[in-house]
């Protein structure tokens, strides 16, 4: 249904890497999806479809997939209750496709029944009419997220002298721990030397710091996740 959250799906399904098309003409769909698998590759492919699209046909549209070979094909047909189609068409002022001069819920009426081929033919349905986006997103996440969603977990440093990192989502202050920068043979090297380390490793307030920095990190970086963020920053200054 035009309305449904179409843009918002191929959107969420393109961030969790799949190959992903909107409003494909009918008959390139064949061909795209041939294209699509040349030399090897194995990403998935969504193509978004609606009355917009050029040569859409509900009731033939599930053949024109059953002829494309060696593929799996799913039809997932997004679905949305009258009312909030209606309510999100005034709240966009947006004209529904198939209404251009009549009330919106004229073209959803159409559209529904025009549609319904493709819904009964459907392999699974969503109706989105109680979701937000990112409740939308979640969904698709869990339904479709398999290995290609790992969120990604970046540890940086900083110096505060420089200004506090922007890109962070946690910064921690370390500026109580003995700073090798003083000592004259350890300024030139780096944290990763084994010297550096272990001058820090002798202040008596390195080993609890960082195990409590670690068991909140182990608490609360699951539920960034959990949340919907793809991306978490930890910052030490």
């Known amino acids: 249904m035009s309305g449904a959250g179409k843009s918002t799906v191929l959107d969420a399904l393109e ?9 494909l ?5 064949k061909d795209y999806v041939e294209q699509g698998r040349g030399g090897g590759r194995k990403v998935p492919i969504a193509v978004g479809m609606d009355v917009r699209s050029r040569g859409f046909d509900p009731a033939a549209l599930p053949s024109i997939l059953r002829s494309i070979d060696n593929v799996s094909p799913e039809i997932f047909y997004l679905d949305c209750s009258g009312a909030e189609l209606i ?19 004229d073209g959803i009426a159409r559209e529904r029944a025009f549609t319904a081929p493709l819904r009964n033919a459907a392999d699974s349905i969503l109706d989105t009419t109680d979701l937000t986006p990112v409740e939308l997103r979640d969904e698709l996440r869990r339904r479709f997220g398999g290995d290609a969603d790992q969120p990604v977990l970046t540890i940086a440093s900083f110096g505060f002298a420089r200004g506090v990192s922007r890109t962070a989502d946690l910064v921690f202050d370390l500026r109580f721990i003995a700073n090798p920068h003083w000592v004259d043979e350890l300024r030139p090297l780096t944290g990763e030397h084994p010297d550096v380390r272990a001058f820090i490793e002798k202040d008596e307030a390195w080993a609890p710091a960082m195990d409590r920095i670690e068991a909140l990190l182990i608490d609360w970086i699951p539920r960034y996740w959990a949340a919907g963020k793809s991306y978490v920053t930890v910052a030490f200054g």
Not at 17 to 23: A, F, H, P, Q, Y
Not at 25 to 29: I, T
Not at 92 to 102: E, K, M, Q, S
């Open 87 to 105: 309510r999100r068409y005034d709240e966009t002022r947006r004209r529904h496709p198939l209404a251009p001069d009549r009330p919106a819920e």
């Open 25 to 29: 003409p009918a008959l390139m769909l």
């Open 15 to 23: 961030d969790l890497g799949w190959d992903c098309v909107e409003n």
